[in-house]
């Protein structure tokens, strides 16, 4: 018997694990090699920005979130156009009639928002909540009944809002921490607590002064009061409560978010 010819064999470990050599892990498969030394942790993270403690925050738009938050100039006119419909076909025209003015307007309106893009629920909100009101008003058999829902609204709205001041946690301090993450320590800073109950109260008179006005002209049975009060008291009062909560959006922005952003640059 002959002895096997060891040339043929492979090569042995420590000429096969040289560096930067491919070495057999098993059969028609090679793994590299390299010399690069152990990954750290500023590697392992490399390329997620999501996961780096130093990276800034994305920049919130405040004015456009606050903007389109109170339906902007588009909403008030989608707001409107129902009740200006039904108002003016009250005088002349059976109530179910003024009533089926309303739903069509509000349908035409559901249309051309779908049509220019904008999503199906909001545009069908608009319709549903005007079919809700005539439906109110078909059924006692009054036109003021027509806006009995959004007075009431008002009241429960800035109730609610003012329970937020009064458990410490105003409103829009709650939803600016929400537009920057959650996790700001917001009701520690003092002035930034103190601008959100400024803010907060400012919304709370906003839906006071919704209500008192529409109340007033409810008992009065001004119907053409109400449809310009519906008016007046929606989105003109809302952006002037809006500058108010801009204006605190900014100063927190500005004392919170600035500051964790300088303190998370090298050499802070």
Not at 10 to 31: K, M
Not at 140 to 160: E, K, M, P, Q
Not at 166 to 185: C, D, E, K, S, Y
């Amino acid at each position: 018997m002959t002895e096997p010819d060891l040339s043929d064999r492979p090569a042995t470990t420590a000429h096969a694990h040289r560096d930067g050599e491919r070495t057999p892990t098993g059969p028609g498969r090679t793994t590299d090699r390299t010399d690069e030394g152990p990954v750290g942790p500023e590697d392992e993270g490399a390329g997620n920005g999501a996961d780096d403690p130093a990276r800034p925050e994305q920049p919130v738009d405040v004015r456009q979130a606050v903007i389109d938050g109170i339906g902007g100039p588009s909403g008030m006119v989608y707001t409107a156009l129902p009740v200006v419909g039904f108002s003016a076909a009250v005088p002349f025209v059976p109530l179910p009639a003024a009533v089926g003015v309303a739903i069509a307007a509000a349908l035409a309106l559901a249309g051309f928002r779908m049509w220019r893009g904008e999503q199906l629920m909001p545009a069908l909100g608009g319709v549903f909540g005007v079919a809700v009101a005539g439906g109110v008003a078909a059924w006692t058999g009054s036109a003021n009944d027509f806006f009995l829902i959004g007075i009431w609204a008002a009241l429960a709205a800035g109730i609610a809002t003012l329970v937020t001041v009064i458990v410490r946690r105003p409103l829009t301090g709650v939803v600016w921490n929400a537009f920057h993450g959650g996790g700001h320590a917001w009701r520690e800073d003092k002035p930034s607590l103190l601008a959100h109950d400024i803010a907060t109260l400012t919304v709370v008179a906003m839906f006071g002064a919704r209500f008192a006005v529409r109340q007033w002209l409810y008992l009065a049975d001004s119907t053409t009061g109400l449809a310009i009060a519906d008016t007046v008291t929606g989105f003109p009062l809302a952006a002037l409560a809006a500058v108010v909560v801009i204006w605190a959006f900014r100063r927190s922005t500005k004392r919170l978010t600035t500051n964790t952003d300088a303190q998370a640059r090298p050499g802070h």
